[in-house]
């Protein structure tokens, strides 16, 4: 029902308007031409916490302390029963006695008194707090979704630029960059589903391509370690790395060659949490020490002092490549 | 040029990196972090600084105004949209350059501020 309909019950049948404005949910008001309160709805009392005793005969203006002061509302107030003007909507948001912070929404219309034909004020509010937080919490939500594709491009794009076309083929390229932006879109799968993501999902997510038959590359010892979506990217790229390097050169490019990984999780003496990953490659040729330039070996050194911001070392023992590193587990 | 690189995902301060110095400039950082970037500032100081608006959920705020107090101008550059940066103080007078960038938007905007 909207205020014209309410507007003809008034006129016709004043007493069943009465039930009908008692039920509405939303806070009514009339008020006379000097916008003095002559009545108000259930949902007015309910919605401010007050009485008929602190509300009829005052003026719009004297509800509550001195929220409703507001020079423009009053203005445009003044003139809804004279000129027959509307209100539609008016925005107030303030601190109410007893209900704490809302934003209410006024609108105002004239009504003519079905009796005496006396011209008078009916306003209504609407407690819009709560959509007000809705639309809020979506429109940051949806800021912070352009941000993050935004900069997942230019993650991508310096991804591309990154891997090196120097010595490889078209193909070998686009296989490479492919590799490593399939290890980045793994590891957001697994940071996506959850706030945190545990370090076991994320090294078998990232691992899988590579482990085979689950033979090749073995997951000891791991527990779970809660890792906030960042430390989770950057591992992710590491381990990726590490895998394609073994693949490649390593343990993994031989038969029956192995890659355990492990961690640990322990306190150090500054009381953090840290976490220690050990990466041990056996069985396949005498690895030798790649360029200190390479993507692989830059990435790694990069994601885990800076980003991670521990510690790695890379051991070009003649067994095979052993990475140990560790890093401090961050607050979630 | 000596510029202060600080930005928090690795590949793209890999890649910043790489194209400063085949420019034959010299980088100070990457710092992945504002305490990394203060501490950096505490040993040396740069002719000109390249800054991630958002450093780990954080503006890169703390870091901007050091630099206003050293004298040396920065860049900003983010994902975020300009009208979101000019919400600080310590910001408003720096470029702009929006992510993704190509390599030319960062070179011109280095060119500019530099000395």
Known sequence: MDLDDLYRLLRGAHVQAQGIVDTVRDPLLVMDEDL???????????????????????????????????????????????????????????????????????????????????????????????????????????????????????????????????????????????????????????????????????????????????????????????????????????????????LKYGALSAQGGQVALSWTTGKEQDGLEQVHMQWTESGGPAPVSPSQKGFGTRLIRSAAERELGGKVDLEFRPGGLVVSQSFPLRAQ | MKVLVVEDEVLIAMDIETLLIEHGHLVLGPACSIVDALHLLDAECPDVALLDFNIHDQPVTPVAERLRDLGVPFILTSAYDAKELRKYDALTEAQFVKKPFDDHDLLRALARAGP
């Open chain 1, 36 to 246: 003095c309160i002559l009545s108000a709805n259930p949902a007015f009392y309910r919605t401010f916490a007050t009485g008929r005793d602190d509300s009829l005969g005052k003026r719009f203006e004297q509800l509550g302390d001195g929220q409703w002061q507001i020079a423009e509302l009053q203005f445009l107030l003044e003139k809804v029963i004279p000129k027959s003007s509307a209100i539609l909507d008016y925005e107030v948001t303030a601190e109410f006695p007893k209900i704490g912070p809302r934003t209410m929404l006024v609108s105002a219309q004239r009504l003519v008194h079905p009796e005496d034909g006396r011209r008078l004020l009916l306003l209504s509010i609407v407690d819009a707090t709560e959509q007000r937080g809705k639309d809020n919490e979506k429109d940051l939500l949806i800021g912070e979704v352009r941000h993050r594709v935004k900069n997942l491009l230019a993650v991508t794009r310096a991804l591309a630029k990154q891997t090196s076309v120097a010595g490889r083929t078209a193909e070998q390229y686009r296989d490479t960059f492919l590799g490593r932006f399939g290890a980045l879109a793994r590891a957001l799968e697994v940071t996506i589903d959850r706030s945190s993501s545990d370090l076991p999902d994320l090294a078998k997510a990232v691992l899988e391509p590579y482990a085979g038959d689950g033979q090749t590359i073995k997951i000891d010892n791991a527990p779970v370690v809660p890792l906030q979506a960042r430390q989770a990217m950057s591992l992710g790229m590491i381990l990726h790395e590490l895998a394609t390097n073994a």
